[in-house]
């Protein structure tokens, strides 16, 4: 996958940061100190679509499957999205003052691509 | 970018000059509020004892967790002398609340605590839990619902009563509280007794529309109880029951 960079408009992975103390979420959120909240962006064009390891999605799955049975969906625009994600774990207060630990699935872009 | 008439639904974002714009700092706010299953993020009123965060995080790493994935801390509201109990140095009895014909008011409920073998029993902490729940008219009445909960230790038949515990509830939905209970229960374990029994007043509940679940055949998961945690008190052997 790629990293955006600002060079060219491809889709890629833009990181993105909140620092939990500055939006003022460090009273009820003990760890971590703050979130990637990465998202993908940029454009895909034809030749960037299902193009193995950088976008092994379940979409990609399906698309490939169409083509292989001749009934290859030309017109179907390829989309530049997560395809894989990581989880995150998080300790935190509850309403009731419970400490929660909690292990969040798919929390976190780590790659992106066509598909 | 495709057109609007044929993009998907998980096509990523359109490049923009600040993705840290308030909108989108919003956006992330409510993915991670809607992932943790909570629609507003807590409000913490007051600072939590550093004691009770180092109880809780030795608990975490030793694996003590349930199966929900909470620690348990014991009195963060504003009682925190036992934070330095291990949780295999004590065990936990539940009571449920039960009620009969020599309670005379409505509000009056009592629990047996059981202790199989007259053992001389340390109360580390006792809560009791009470469940409150929200008529439709009272979300209505605006978000903020603050009420006064009493409960009195009551001796049954003689009348008279004192007050063993008042707690300022402040409901946003229906749910569990719990109410401090430890000296009453050490006081009833020093006594030879068994029986605790009290009774629950909410002062501004009628008014808010909140209704205090007690002894209910018709609403048995809302039933009150009553967690108490206790060590023998000479040996400091484990009470192997619940």
């Not at chain 1, 992975?13 to 962006?41: H, K, T, V």
């Not at chain 2, 706010?29 to 995080?57: C, E, F, G, W, Y």
């Not at chain 2, 209970?181 to 002062?203: H, I, K, P, Y």
Request: neutral net charge; glycine residues 8%.
């Amino acid at each position: 996958g790629l990293e955006c960079d600002g060079s060219n408009s491809l889709c890629c992975r833009q990181q993105f940061y909140i620092d939990f103390r500055l939006i003022g979420w460090n009273d009820w959120i003990i760890a971590p100190s703050g979130y990637f909240g990465n998202y993908c962006e940029g454009n895909c064009p034809a030749y960037m679509a299902g193009v193995p390891g950088s976008a092994s999605s379940f979409h990609t799955a399906v698309v490939n499957q169409y083509r292989m049975r001749g009934m290859s969906p030309g017109s179907m625009n390829s989309c530049c999205i997560p395809t894989k994600l990581s989880t995150m774990s998080m300790l935190y207060f509850d309403d009731e003052y419970n400490i929660v630990k909690r292990d969040v699935p798919n929390m976190i872009v780590e790659e992106c691509g066509c598909a | 970018t495709p057109s609007t008439s044929t993009s998907c639904a998980s096509c990523g974002l359109p490049k923009t000059d600040g993705p840290a714009d308030g909108d989108f700092l919003e956006a992330v706010k409510r993915h991670i509020l809607s992932r943790l299953q909570m629609r507003d993020r807590p409000n913490i009123t007051h600072p939590i004892p550093k004691a009770a965060m180092v109880t809780a995080l030795k608990k975490l790493h030793a694996g003590k967790l349930r199966e929900d994935g909470r620690v348990e801390i014991p009195n963060l509201d504003g009682h925190a002398a036992y934070m330095h109990e291990l949780e295999e140095e004590t065990s936990e009895i539940i009571s449920f609340a039960e009620t009969d014909d020599s309670l005379t008011s409505k509000t009056s409920l009592f629990f047996i605590i059981s202790n199989e073998g007259n053992q001389n029993l340390h109360v580390s902490q006792a809560n009791l839990w009470l469940y409150f729940k929200l008529l439709p008219s009272a979300l209505e009445k605006g978000s903020r619902r603050k009420v006064t909960v009493k409960v009195y230790s009551q001796e049954p038949g003689v009348g008279s009563k004192w007050n063993l515990v008042e707690k300022r509830v402040d409901l946003k939905r229906s749910g569990w509280h719990t109410f401090p209970l430890t000296d009453a229960v050490q006081m009833v374990f020093s006594q030879g007794d068994r029986r605790q029994n009290l009774d629950v007043r909410c002062e501004g509940c009628e008014k808010m529309g909140v209704v205090p679940i007690l002894v209910n055949s018709a609403d048995e998961s809302h039933r009150p109880f009553l967690v108490v945690q206790a060590r023998v008190a000479d040996n400091k052997h484990r009470i192997r029951k619940r």
